[in-house]
């Protein structure tokens, strides 16, 4: 049984979900047979799928779009965080996601760059014919801000980040693209601007709150529950906030600091630099962090109408910051 039939959230929005799954099969149809392989092999494991619940459930707080138009801003979401990963795993050398091999291990680098941005044409001939241009500029303003952020982490000088500029950096790279699912869908729904503000500002947190639990699994994880191998960031000597914690928290900082941001660790020193940043307490305060940004989810809800939406959009804060993967 997949996640997304054991999780309540998604069964107010399942015949959406159906709709989208069937595209995103279908995307490779027509096109050159390398690429219609790659996205055959990408979305015939779809992952947990949470931006498009998100699109689908926001939509519903408005009084009306039609429901194909809403399909084309999930799947055009859907398509820009697909290619967004398939570039950055050309980036972090990633043989595995999902526990399924990355486009550039089954292929190679070459390959898995076309494949992003044909995928990434493909989101914008999406975007491209939905009726508000708002809702079009903010598809591609959400790729500026992924670039931005993925920029910043490769191409910045090795040093520890602030606690704020990490949330800088995670804002950019994730929450603005769950920020985008959820404001684009309530735009495009004509909801009131109160509520398409509220659906925003949860979609920020939801994304921190995301991706800290990532940054924090990244570290406690068994590679074969989360998908994908363990200790990655530590490996590439990419801090996170359980990182920059455990700095803070050390009598020697600027030593773990160091050997945190070394680009060349055996399997030995890994394994310390773990139990060392699990035993800083690190770990236990980038939770909490990750747990006030779900905090500050649902407190945007109560900016919203009670209706059974805004329970899935509460169960879906209370899922990103439990899930295990
Ligand atoms: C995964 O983060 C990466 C991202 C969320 C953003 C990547 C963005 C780009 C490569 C910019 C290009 C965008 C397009 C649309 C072509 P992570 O490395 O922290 O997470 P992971 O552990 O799942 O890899
Ligand atoms: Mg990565």
Known sequence: MTIAQRQRFYALVENDLAELER?????GRGAHPTFAAAAAHLFGSPGKLLRPTLVFLAARFGPGARSGVIVDLAESLELVHTASLVHDDIVDSADLRRNVPTVNAVWNDDVALIVGDYLFAKAYALAAVLPKPEVIAMVAHTVFALCDGELTEVAS??????????????ELKTASLY??????????????????????????????????????LDLIGGSESLGKEVGRDLAEGMPTLPMIYAVEADADGAALASRILALDKGPEELRDLIATIRSSGGIERARARAQAFHDEAIAALDRLPDRPER???????????????
């Open 157 to 170: 000088v090795p040093a520890m980040p602030s606690e704020a500029q990490y949330l800088e950096r995670i």
């Open 23 to 27: 595209r995103l099969r279908d995307v």
């Open 311 to 325: 329970e899935a959009l509460r169960e879906i804060a209370d899922f990103i910051l439990r899930r295990q993967r």
């Open 179 to 216: 920020a985008a699912c959820c404001q684009g869908a309530a735009l495009l729904a004509d909801a009131e601007p109160e509520h398409v503000a509220a659906l925003g500002a949860y979609g920020t947190s939801v994304g921190l709150s995301f991706q800290i639990t990532d940054d924090v």
